[in-house]
């Protein structure tokens, strides 16, 4: 996969969740959205501004998957697959979840995804989010395709 990245900075947790919001308007049924970053870094705010942008509807409830591992959401989109795969021992841990399913016929949104190791698909958007002082920077990377769809996102 040629990689190139493009970064992002975000002032505060409204502009983590517009970045999801903003993504959200250019997935389809079978991409695969990759977050990586520490605990606290934002995944699960970018996450939900995502979600409740691909469900039209502002005041969603979105739990973090954190003990449930992935929920499930029918969006006009088509289905999203929420993934956080924090608690998984073992990479073949997910297709106890479901996957594969998700991978073939859903958008999968992948909280922890280093812990898939060589279960990861390499067809994905990585965006890594770092903690900047008091901000956020969302760092993107993928294959050229995905950086053409990426292309001018900003908040």
Same mark, same amino acid.
């Given at each position: 996969?040629?990689?190139?990245?493009?970064?992002?900075?975000?002032?505060?947790?409204?502009?983590?969740?517009?970045? &999801?919001?903003?993504?959200?308007?250019?997935?389809?049924? %079978?991409?695969?959205?990759?977050?990586?970053?520490?605990? &606290?870094?934002?995944?699960?705010?970018?996450?939900?501004?995502?979600? %409740?942008?691909?469900?039209?509807?502002?005041?969603?409830?979105?739990?973090?998957?954190?003990?449930?591992?992935?929920?499930?959401?029918?969006?006009?989109?088509?289905?999203?697959?929420?993934?956080?795969?924090?608690?998984?021992?073992?990479?073949?841990?997910?297709?106890?979840? &479901?996957?594969?399913?998700?991978?073939?016929?859903?958008?999968?949104?992948?909280?922890?995804?280093?812990?898939?190791?060589?279960?990861?698909?390499?067809?994905?958007?990585?965006?890594?989010?770092?903690?900047? &002082?008091?901000?956020?920077?969302?760092?993107?990377?993928?294959?050229?395709?995905?950086?053409?769809?990426?292309?001018?996102?900003?908040?």
């Amino acid at each position: 996969m040629a990689s190139a990245a493009t970064t992002i900075p975000l002032a505060d947790e409204a502009a983590t969740a517009a970045l &999801g919001a903003a993504l959200a308007k250019l997935l389809r049924p %079978r991409d695969i959205v990759a977050l990586h970053g520490t605990l &606290g870094a934002g995944k699960t705010t970018l996450a939900r501004g995502l979600i %409740r942008a691909l469900a039209g509807d502002a005041a969603l409830s979105v739990p973090s998957p954190t003990f449930t591992l992935v929920e499930i959401y029918d969006t006009p989109a088509g289905p999203l697959w929420h993934f956080d795969l924090y608690r998984l021992n073992h990479a073949d841990e997910a297709w106890e979840l &479901g996957i594969e399913q998700g991978f073939a016929e859903a958008i999968c949104l992948i909280e922890w995804p280093e812990r898939l190791g060589a279960l990861l698909p390499g067809n994905r958007l990585d965006l890594s989010l770092k903690i900047d &002082g008091d901000a956020r920077r969302a760092i993107l990377s993928g294959d050229d395709a995905w950086l053409r769809r990426v292309r001018g996102l900003n908040t």
